[in-house]
């Protein structure tokens, strides 16, 4: 199983930013995809956005409450993916997990990093 570990949460007021990070190591395959979910207090794990670079469907999704305000980025050389958050309201308040997914078996998940957006 990949070692998933993601930083740059923390408190932000309305229109500010942040940017999170994420690492993955310890495969010794080929990572076919990186990309960040979010889960706000009693509400569903939901995606945010993934960048997939292998196979059909390759390329960069996003959720639509994100479009035009949050950019993912990705290393492929150092197994790196990176969330630039603009624009924040505090409806993006949640846990923020980086998931890593390999050509067969289930998905990696981080255990998260906290993002609080005040109003």
């Known amino acids: 199983q990949v070692q998933v570990v993601e930083s740059g949460g923390g408190l932000a007021q309305a229109g500010g930013s942040l940017r999170l990070s994420c690492a993955a190591s310890g495969s010794m395959f080929d990572i076919n995809g990186m990309g960040w979910y979010r889960q706000a207090p009693g509400k569903e794990r939901e995606l945010v956005a993934y960048?997939?670079?292998?196979?059909?469907?390759?390329?960069?999704k996003y959720a639509v409450f994100v479009k035009g305000r949050f950019t993912i980025s990705r290393d492929n050389a150092k197994n790196m993916v990176y969330l630039e958050m603009n624009g924040l309201k505090p409806e993006d308040t949640a846990v923020y997990y980086c998931?890593?997914?390999?050509?067969?078996?289930?998905?990696?998940w981080g255990q998260g990093t906290r993002v609080t957006v005040s109003a």
């Open positions: 998931n890593v997914r390999l050509p067969f078996g289930s998905p990696c």
């Open positions: 960048i997939t670079n292998r196979g059909v469907g390759a390329g960069t």
